[in-house]
T-cell receptor, first 111, second 112 residues
């Protein structure tokens, strides 16, 4: 079945730095979702992308739906300590029946 | 959180006992999902439902069953709990095309 891969697996950055992470698949996705999970909490949706080439922002976060529909990117500008968490990409497999997740990118921000 | 409530939030049970986790949603979403989250594995889909009484298996369904008798409730049952089922379980609901998946706060299950 379809699988999602995320890179990097983990990141340690200085406060104020910009962050880039990506999500790739061997198959086409029609929707890309980016979630953030903080310790002890469920994942919270950050950005949803529905069209190839789409670029969407949510505050300091920007995500792009890759033209090939096999990848997506998430950027965080001017990172702050509360950006710490695990970032997951996700998408429905072919239909909306199964929503699968990537393994996550763990972000640590050093004040 | 789109009105998704999981219960219980924490449970400790003994090996071999049956366990049922409940997910309740208030938004009338058609699709509901159960995931487990373990270190190094991210979120893995156990079972999902695409309507009342319509369910199907995910990637790690062995040892689990589900039921959905009402739109708002999706139950996950461990018929005979094993230590390998110690995990954090998340329920999610999806609003369909151009919608989004929203999560509950999770249930931490420990099988001793």
């Amino acid at each position: 079945g379809q699988q999602l891969n995320q890179s990097p697996q983990s990141m340690f950055i200085q406060e104020g730095e910009d962050v880039s992470m990506n999500c790739t698949s061997s198959s086409i996705f029609n929707t890309w979702l980016w979630y953030k999970q903080e310790p002890g909490e469920g994942p919270v949706l950050l950005i949803a992308l529905y069209k190839a080439g789409e670029l969407t922002s949510n505050g300091r976060l920007t995500a792009q739906f890759g033209i090939t529909r096999k990848d997506s990117f998430l950027n965080i500008s001017a990172s702050i300590p509360s950006d710490v968490g695990i970032y997951f990409c996700a998408g429905p497999q072919t239909s909306y029946d199964k929503v699968i997740f990537g393994p996550g990118t763990s972000l640590s921000v050093i004040p | 959180d789109a009105g998704i409530t999981q219960s219980p939030r924490h449970k400790v049970t003994e090996t071999g006992t049956p366990v049922t986790l409940r997910c309740h949603q208030t938004e009338n979403h058609r699709y509901m999902y159960w995931y487990r989250q373990d270190p190094g594995h991210g979120l893995r889909l156990i079972h999902y439902s695409y309507g009342v009484k319509d369910t199907d298996k995910g990637e790690v369904s062995d040892g689990y069953s589900v039921s959905r008798s009402k739109t708002e409730d999706f139950l996950l049952t461990l018929e005979s709990a094993t230590s390998s089922q110690t995990s954090v379980y998340f329920c999610a609901a999806w609003g369909g095309a151009n919608g989004q998946a929203f999560f509950g706060q999770g249930t931490r299950l420990t099988v001793v």
